[in-house]
């Protein structure tokens, strides 16, 4: 069966440019997550969607960033003018239960790299 | 304060070894405890879930003790293909914070 996919894989991009990762979550799951994972370091949380609806935009790390999703199917998250702070793993997740912590299934994520 | 600490490592050690992570977590409402893997330049997988009874799967074993709020991994006999970054995960309702993992090398 397909897992979560996203793409592209890897994407280069030029300081002050904006860039749009894609995620396909697994056919029916109703939750999906966005995290960044920084060279080294651990996962950061970014934002959570119920559905369609962001219920949790706290991990947002500035209004650069933004995300969307089609009812119960494909999230975008949008970088705007990206820095190369930008620069890390964005990693989507998604899991079947609504509003109770369970197993969330990852991506392969997509490795931004701001020059 | 993080709200998931873990010792960063590396654990160096040799094929056949026991060895074993520990984990602490802030929220004492948490509700659900995980620990994932994560290979390099990979994506995190479910390693097992855990519960307060404790539980084992095969060479790995974890226990949660909320009193504490301290979660452990134990693995015997440690392979190579055990070397990884072990992700310590808790849960409350929707939202789950990841740790910054423990790495793991098993040499030959």
């Known amino acids: 069966g397909a897992g979560v996919s996203q793409s592209p894989s890897n994407k280069v991009t030029e300081k002050g440019k904006d860039v749009e990762l894609r995620c396909d979550p697994i056919?029916?799951?109703?939750?999906l997550y966005w995290y960044r994972q920084r060279l080294g370091q651990g996962l950061e949380f970014l934002i959570y969607?119920?559905?369609?609806?962001?219920?949790?935009k706290s991990g947002l790390p500035s209004d650069r960033f933004s995300a969307e999703r089609t009812g119960e199917s494909v999230s975008t998250l949008t970088i705007q003018r990206t820095q190369q702070e930008d620069s890390a793993v964005y990693l989507c997740?998604?899991?079947?239960?609504?509003?109770?912590?369970?197993?969330?299934?990852f991506g392969p994520g997509t490795r931004l790299t701001v020059l | 304060r993080k709200e998931v600490e873990q010792d960063p490592g590396p654990f160096n050690v040799p094929e056949g070894a026991t060895v074993a992570f520990n984990c602490t977590y802030s929220?004492?409402?948490?509700?659900?405890f995980f620990w994932y893997r994560q290979d390099c330049r990979k994506e995190p997988k479910l390693l097992m879930s855990?519960?307060?009874s404790g539980n084992e799967d095969g060479r790995f074993t974890a226990q949660l003790n909320r009193a504490s709020q301290y979660i452990s991994l134990l693995i015997r006999d440690s392979k190579l293909s055990d070397s990884a970054t072990y992700l310590c995960?808790?849960?409350?309702?929707?939202?789950?914070?990841f740790g910054s993992g423990t790495r793991l090398l098993v040499r030959p």
């Open positions: 969607f119920q559905g369609n609806s962001a219920p949790d």
């Open positions: 995960v808790v849960g409350s309702s929707y939202k789950l914070i």
């Open positions: 056919s029916g799951h109703t939750a």
């Open positions: 855990v519960y307060s």
């Open positions: 929220n004492s409402a948490s509700q659900s």
């Open positions: 997740a998604s899991d079947g239960i609504a509003g109770v912590t369970d197993t969330q299934y």
